[in-house]
């Protein structure tokens, strides 16, 4: 006890606590895991990566040209993300499709429960912080698909814990630059970490606090922890092109501007009317530093749907700090309490259950219901009827199932939207919306086959042209081959 006599953290933390804190503790962890583990993943961003870390630990090395398509074979490419390549693929060969789904489940669990933390360390209640964390999951669930993205966001979530933990546990920072090491090499989302320090570190010189040299000098050490990649500083070029590439913000309905027709859109919307409604009724200004945090995280949550995410995760936070019951409690305060445990512990044991029968080895679905956008009677389709090279234009979305599950068909366009010119995507617009020039533009390109979705309108019209052939058909689309 401290000479005003205020218990220290320790002695607080050894206290006992109420037992429906436990429970209330379980839920940001366990909930995140069930929902996880029982919606399907998406092989449009995933896939690929599979393949692509096979190669690399195949090979040794990690690729500098693309092999994948025959529109912009042999181009120079930037694989950024090739640490979360290599981590799907060694998952996907110890376990396959089913332990991917099972990491995805315990990635967000991870990532929940450091919210919780950031949000008890910010001087939330356990109820408080609880429902903080299911509200930032509720309004970012539907960016939490299997891909590299899924693997920064835990490390993200633990470098929020540290900044929100400062005060009292000041060598958490260092949480900081090694998350941001593994970051610059997993998903472009490092310079969020680099942006978590900068904020710290104003908030400690708006607070008067003298640490924020120690905030600063962590902060610079996690500037230069993004460049230990491959390509070194460079790497915050590749992130710089990507963000600013007009072609992307047009095509990629995840970089447009927030979307209230878009249920991550809206929730997002929601989550901004809520927060201004109840700042409003507090009857007291929020603090500045808060205001910061909440408009640094805000405008780019309105400019690109892609950082609702990033928004869901911090706000929670801000927000507990903002009505924490003291400045920054130690996460563990507990009170006596003579409660029955019986209430929390049947609670946490059916989510335990839960979580456990969700697992997809005891379900033994089937590999091709555990993707979407991998539709398996094309893909044997494919296997069965096009020799190895054939130039084929494959429904985009689908495209990176193909490249691995068909590795030997060449594609036209796939998942980097990056690497890819105006023309080819003026060109695979033209046929996938049947666009004035279709024709023209599979001549251009000397398109042997398409895999079509069976929602194209062009699809009719290739049925009734002389020059293509229907060879397989079933409800998910069509494959056709040049006469």
Known sequence: MDPNGIASAEQMSRR???????????????????????????????????????????????????????????????????????????????????????LRGALGAVAFGFIYLACRARGASPRAASGLSMAGLTVGYFNLGMRPQMLAIPLFAAALWAVASRKHHPWRLAILPAAALVTANV?????????????????????????????????????????VTPSGP????????????????????????????????????????????????????????????????????????RSILWWALVAPVVIAGIDGTTPDPPPTARVTT?????????????????????????????????????????????????????????????????EYATPDIPVFVDSRIELYRAEVWDAYGSVAFAGAGWAEALDEWDVEAIVAEADWELLPRLRQDPGWRVVAEDQDGALLIRV
């Open 338 to 402: 003579n409660e029955s445990r019986m209430p929390a512990r049947v609670l946490v044991s059916t989510l335990i259950v839960a979580v456990i029968l969700a697992l997809p080895i005891w379900r033994a679905i089937p590999e091709d219901q555990i993707l979407d956008d991998a539709p398996p009677g094309l893909t044997a389709a494919i296997r069965e009827r096009l020799p190895a090279g054939t130039r084929t234009l494959i429904h985009q979305p689908w495209a990176s199932w193909f």
């Open 187 to 227: 998903h472009g989302s490092f310079p969020l970490l680099v942006a978590l320090g900068v904020l710290a570190t104003l908030e400690d010189l708006i607070g008067r606090d003298a640490a924020w040299r120690r905030t600063a000098a962590w902060t610079g050490g996690t500037m230069l922890a993004t460049f």
């Open 16 to 102: 006992p606590g109420r037992p429906i804190d436990t429970a209330w503790a379980a839920l940001p962890v366990l909930l995140p895991a069930f929902a996880l583990l029982l919606d399907r993943m998406r092989a449009v961003d995933l896939a690929y990566h599979v393949r692509l870390g096979a190669q690399i630990i195949d090979a040794g090395t990690i690729p500098s040209t693309d092999t994948f398509t025959f529109t912009v074979s042999g181009q120079p490419w930037v694989d950024q993300q090739w640490l979360a390549q290599v981590v799907f693929s060694t998952v996907h060969r110890m376990g396959g499709w089913d332990l991917l789904w099972t």
């Open 234 to 305: 460079a790497v915050w070029g590749y992130v710089v092109d990507i963000a600013t590439d007009p072609q992307i913000r047009a095509k990629i309905t995840e970089w447009e501007p927030l979307r209230l027709d878009d249920p991550s859109g809206a929730l997002a919307a929601a989550s901004v009317l809520a927060i201004a409604a109840w700042l409003a009724r507090r009857g007291r200004p929020a603090p500045w530093a808060s205001l910061i945090w909440l408009g640094a995280f805000l405008v780019p949550a309105l400019a690109t749907q």
